[in-house]
């Protein structure tokens, strides 16, 4: 049984940077794949990045590609997400999951953090 807390989360202006952690416990962290995901209210729940379990392959959602960047610690057993650029559209609440895959397909995450909000007012 894996847990994960993210962190990270608050209020940031437009065009304002903000790096989100999720801490793992409980298990083999270097065994899984990370993601992260968002959801906005009202919407579904998207893949915005993942990562494999070294650290070698990493995914974005082209909606972020060159503005948010994911890594891990493994020694430290958490995963972060740097995000640049800040927009409007940004405002979700954030969460990171742990898989066999770094892949978009959220089913596919076993494990999931309670997530961390992160608001961008236009």
């Known amino acids: 049984q894996v847990q994960l807390v993210e962190s990270g989360g608050g209020l940031v202006q437009a065009g304002g940077s903000l790096t989100l952690s999720c801490a793992a416990s409980g298990g083999i962290f270097s065994s899984y794949a990370m993601g992260w995901f968002r959801q906005a209210p009202g919407k579904e729940r998207e893949s915005i990045a993942a990562i494999n379990w070294s650290g070698g392959m990493t995914f974005y959602d082209d909606s972020v590609k060159g503005r948010f960047t994911i890594s891990r610690d493994n020694a430290k057993n958490t995963v972060r997400l740097e995000k640049d650029s800040l927009q409007p559209g940004d405002r979700s609440s954030y969460y990171c999951?742990?898989?066999?895959?770094?892949?978009?397909?959220?089913?596919?995450?076993?494990?999931w953090g309670p997530g961390t909000q992160v608001t961008v007012p236009s």
């Open positions: 999951a742990a898989g066999s895959l770094p892949v978009r397909n959220r089913t596919k995450y076993k494990y």
